[in-house]
């Protein structure tokens, strides 16, 4: 099975920084990588696909990036509505695996 | 616009069954892989279990094989999850999440219901 591992567990930053949150692959899944947003009380909703495609309806400020076994996710601009726990999740085999998490916070 | 309505769950003693739905609305069901994905309280995302387009493959996680089934039926929109022997463990909130983002058998999650809570109690 491919381990996902996302680092930090969680990050606080203000308004208007930038966020980066990693996801390491425990074997190469090439681009086969998503990123989700998960607000509380509600359903997982993408934002990245393929690594870097950002799914329709995301704002601009997310974006992604890596390839084989190393990913990124980077809010360019924190928001207060991206309050938020982030996932990753391959796509490359069976079984389909998401990361641990990274918990967003606001200063 | 894509909807997915799921249905189902509850509460059910320890070795018991219950059957979750998912009805489709909004896209062309028959043309993408369709999965089930769940959340124990507190807990992260967990992959239960996928089946292709056409229905004729399906693949699950190790913490459910030989006691859950996925299908669906493409003439009623509707993708199920059986679910039997149930364990306190298999508590959660259940997803039905839409592969995509293209049509076939690709696994992103492109849009997901509200959820339906499983709940496995004495």
């Known amino acids: 099975d491919i381990q996902m591992t996302q680092s930090p567990s969680s990050v606080s930053a203000s308004v208007g920084d930038r966020v980066t949150i990693t996801c390491r692959a425990s074997q190469g899944i090439s681009r086969r990588l998503a990123w989700y947003q998960q607000k509380l009380g509600e359903a997982p909703k993408l934002l990245i696909y393929?690594?870097?495609s950002l799914q329709s309806g995301v704002p601009s400020r997310f974006s992604g990036s890596g390839s084989g076994t190393d990913f990124t996710l980077t809010i360019s601009s924190l928001q207060p509505e991206d309050l938020a726990t982030y996932y990753c999740?391959?796509?490359?085999?069976?079984?389909?695996?998401f990361g641990g998490g990274t918990k967003v916070e606001i200063k | 616009e894509v909807q997915l309505l799921e249905s189902g769950g509850g509460l059910v003693q320890p070795g018991g069954s219950l059957r979750l739905s998912c009805a489709a609305f909004g896209f062309t069901f028959s043309t993408y892989a369709m999965n089930w994905v769940r959340q124990a309280p507190g807990k992260g995302l967990e992959w239960v279990s996928s089946?292709?387009?056409?229905?004729?493959?399906?693949n699950y996680a190790d913490s459910v094989k030989g006691r859950f089934t996925i299908f669906r039926d493409n003439s009623k929109n509707t993708l199920y999850l059986q679910m039997n022997s149930l364990r306190a463990e298999d508590t959660a909130i259940y997803y039905c999440?839409?592969?995509?983002?293209?049509?076939?058998?690709?696994?992103?999650?492109?849009?997901w219901g509200q959820g339906t809570l499983v709940t496995v109690s004495s």
């Open positions: 393929y690594a870097s």
């Open positions: 999740q391959q796509a490359d085999s069976f079984p389909l695996t």
């Open positions: 999440a839409k592969g995509g983002p293209e049509s076939g058998n690709y696994y992103f999650h492109d849009f």
């Open positions: 089946v292709t387009y056409s229905g004729d493959s399906t």
